[in-house]
C-alpha cells in the first residue's frame, strides 16, 4: 500500500513537471536588418544586405541568414542586461573598413545578447589598438 501511494505520488510530480515545462515559454525573436557594409560572424565574411536574425530557444543560440537566400550561421552569444531604451538593433565593432557582429538587442526584453570576439577578430583588433590607440568603434544598425 504505501509502495503504491510513493509511485503515485512520484508519477503525479512527474506529470506535473512535464507539463509545466511544456507550457513554459519559450523566449525567442526574429529582426530583420538592412546591413549596409560587409562584416563577419566569428571567422564567416557576409556581404551588406538585408538579413534575417533568429534565437533558438532560449540558450543565446542564434541564427543568422540572409532575407533572400545564401550563407547562414549558427552562433553563441552570451546574455546581458540591457543598458539604454528597449529598441531593437545590432551593434557592430569596426577596425578600418572590416566590421564584426558584437551585440544584438531584440527590443523586446531587457537582454541584450554578446557575441565573444574570434580569433580573427582579435588580431585585426590588437593591430588596430596598436596603430590609434583605440581597438573598437561601435556602429549601430536597427531593425526593419
Request: with cysteine.
Amino acid at each position: 500500500m504505501k509502495k503504491s501511494i510513493v509511485s503515485l505520488v512520484i508519477a503525479f510530480s512527474l506529470l506535473i513537471g512535464c507539463a509545466a515545462a511544456a507550457t513554459a515559454p519559450v523566449f525567442s525573436f526574429r529582426l530583420r536588418a538592412e546591413i549596409p557594409f560587409e562584416f563577419m560572424v566569428g571567422k564567416k565574411k557576409f556581404p551588406k544586405g538585408e538579413y534575417i536574425i533568429e534565437s533558438v530557444g532560449d540558450t543565446g543560440n542564434m541564427l543568422l541568414r540572409r532575407d533572400k537566400g545564401g550563407k547562414a550561421i549558427n552562433f553563441v552569444t552570451i546574455k546581458d542586461k540591457q543598458t539604454d531604451k528597449h529598441k531593437s538593433k545590432l551593434l557592430f565593432r569596426r577596425y578600418g573598413d572590416q566590421y564584426f557582429l558584437a551585440r544584438i538587442s531584440d527590443g523586446t526584453s531587457q537582454t541584450v545578447f554578446k557575441i565573444e570576439k574570434s580569433g580573427a577578430e582579435k588580431k585585426i583588433a590588437k593591430l588596430y589598438k596598436d596603430k590609434s590607440g583605440k581597438d573598437e568603434d561601435e556602429v549601430p544598425v536597427s531593425d526593419k
